[in-house]
């Protein structure tokens, strides 16, 4: 086992969320250091070196793993899967169904959800919304007050930014 759930709690969205601690040195993380919050070992995979920085959240059936890492404030719940190489953090949320992988970073006040997906090299940030069965992907960028929804797909070396709506 590379963490342990701590008897430290705190309550989310009526979840109770425990504090956890690395078990053993793994990637950046040396054994001792504490970590995140979440509500059951099925939030965060035992291998690989997925972690949960010290003030981010996943909880629900949300699972984290492979080389993930969710730090800041992000929160990720509900059914949401964040891995590979992906990253959620500062003030973001990912849940729903939805899932951020590959390379992809989630960052800002940005929120992905629903059946989204934003994977590859894509990058969502500053207040960007994806959602219902839209698709982010490839080398591009959703940020400022943008919104992708529907079954919207943005690929390519895309930027879509400011107040624009696509869906």
């Known amino acids: 086992m590379k963490y ?14 425990h504090r956890i601690e690395a078990l053993k040195d793994f990637g950046s993380v040396k054994k001792g250091e504490l970590g ?8 965060l995979s035992q291998d ?9 959240k996943v909880y629900g059936n949300a699972k984290v793993f492979d080389d993930a ?13 964040v891995c590979d190489y992906a990253q959620v953090y500062g003030n973001a949320e990912v ?8 390379n992809a970073d989630v960052n800002g006040y ?4 629903g059946n989204a ?8 940030y500053g207040n960007a919304r994806v959602y219902d069965n839209a698709e982010v992907y490839g080398n591009n960028e959703v940020f400022g007050n943008a919104e992708v929804y529907g079954d919207a797909k943005v690929y ?7 107040e624009v709506k696509v869906h």
Do not use: M, P, Q
């Not at 995140?36 to 939030?43: R, Y």
């Open 4 to 17: 342990r759930l701590t008897e430290e709690t705190k309550v989310i969205n009526g979840h109770t969320l």
């Open 36 to 43: 995140g919050w979440i509500e059951k070992e099925d939030n």
């Open 48 to 56: 690989g070196k997925c972690w949960i920085d010290v003030d981010a």
């Open 69 to 81: 890492w969710v730090y800041g404030e992000a929160e990720v719940h509900d059914n949401a899967e």
């Open 95 to 102: 849940y729903g169904d939805s899932k951020v992988y590959g």
């Open 110 to 113: 940005s929120c992905v959800y």
């Open 117 to 124: 997906k934003v994977h590859r090299y894509a990058h969502v």
């Open 156 to 162: 390519g070396n895309a930027w879509v930014y400011g």
